[in-house]
Structures are given as C-alpha cells and as structure tokens.
T-cell receptor, first 114, second 112 residues
C-alpha cells in the first residue's frame, strides 16, 4: 500500500462553518505534511508533523488547526475561513522528514469557501 | 536562498514530438533534484530524481541529468503521448533543509 488517502475530495463551506479535512497513510511513515495549492501555482508548505509532533508551522493563520492523533492519521480543522482560502489542500507523507526522496502525496481536497 | 526557475508554459506539442522543459536552480551545497507530475484533479507524483552531480534520473521515458556546472535539471522525453498532458514541477531539497522548494510549474498539453 503506497497510498495517501484524503477525504473528502471536495468541500464547500461558508465562512462561519467548521469542517475538517482528513488524511490517512499505512506505509509506516512518521512524517506527514499539509500543503496548500492555488490554481496554476506550486504547492506551499503549511505544516509538518514528525513522530506525531508538530515540527514546522509556516506562519499559517490560526483558522487552520492541524492535528495528528496517531502515526497514520492527519487532520486539518478549519474554522472561520475566508474566500481566499479556497484552494486544493494536499496531504503528503514520507518515512521521516529527512526522507523527502520518498515523499508521497494524496489526491487532495478541493476546498471552496463561500 | 534556494530557488527553482522553470520555463514558463503553457507548452503545446503534437503527439510523438520531442519535449524539453528547462529547470535551473540556486542552492547552497549539493541539493537533491526532483521532477513531479500533476495530472488534472490529482496530487503530485514523483516522476524522477537525482541526488548528486551527473546523476541521470529516468522514468516512463522521461529523463533529466543533474548538471552542477550549469545548475540545471532539464526534463526531456523523446516522444510524448496525449497521456503526458499534465503540469510538471521541478523541485529541490537543499542539504540542510527538510522542505522542498518548487518551481512555478509548466503546463504541458499534447495534441493527438
């Protein structure tokens, strides 16, 4: 199993809603990542978890709240988002943060904020 | 700082044409270099990589050679197919960093 599974694939939410994005991998990877990708742009790193601990937060607004409940799961909790937060949110994993040569991406959640 | 510069797209080719997508980089030390491909509606997939100078990465008919002297990692394919239509990202990982630096991406469209 070399998959990173993200749910939902599509999400539409209002600015007052609270929603969560989920990511799962069963490759035994201990590093997991959230990226944000706007249309026709490269992915931008948001958060990195290493051994279930947050190791990098790229100055992301607090309306995005990551959570890593165990080594296989990564969540991104969303609250009071703005329309400019509409984007493709990609989860990725690698064996360790040093092992970016073995980085696997999920297919993403396409988020629209109305 | 570290940066990756890709040729601007979009690139449109006919099936069986030769493909080159240019990529140059700026980094301290000896970075690892990558090409990722993103098909519509999907995440990024690693296409090929090279970890030291003069290494050639190859996969699915695509090739790229790590050229330290020209700080380049150009992507090539001898005969493209319609199914190669996608966005291609060049990326690097600097030795002291645990993050990837991506180029801006190049949209490739192959026409039958």
């Amino acid at each position: 199993d070399t998959e990173v599974t993200q749910t939902p694939k599509h999400l539409v939410m209002g600015m007052t809603n609270k929603k969560s994005l989920k990511c799962e991998q069963h490759m035994g990877h201990r590093a997991m990542y959230w990226y944000k990708q706007k249309a026709k742009k490269p992915p931008e790193l948001m958060f990195v978890y290493s051994y279930e601990k947050l190791s990098i937060n790229e100055s992301v607004p607090s309306r995005f709240s990551p959570e890593c409940p165990n080594s296989s799961l990564l969540n991104l909790h969303l609250h009071a988002l703005q329309p400019e937060d509409s984007a493709l949110y990609l989860c990725a994993s690698s064996p360790r943060t040093e092992s970016l040569e073995k980085l696997f991406f999920g297919s993403g959640t396409q988020l629209s904020v109305l | 700082g570290n940066s990756v510069t890709q040729m601007e797209g979009p690139v449109t080719l006919s099936e069986e044409a030769f493909l080159t997508i240019n990529c140059t980089y700026t980094a301290t030390g000896y970075p690892s270099l990558f090409w990722y491909v993103q098909y519509p509606g999907e995440g990024l997939q690693l296409l090929l990589k090279a970890t030291k100078a003069d290494d050639k990465g190859s996969n699915k008919g695509f090739e790229a050679t790590y050229r330290k002297e020209t700080t380049s990692f150009h992507l090539e394919k001898g005969s493209v197919q319609v199914s190669d239509s996608a966005v291609y990202f060049c990326a690097l990982r600097a030795p002291e960093r645990r993050q990837l630096t991506f180029g801006s991406g190049t949209q490739l469209t192959v026409l039958p």
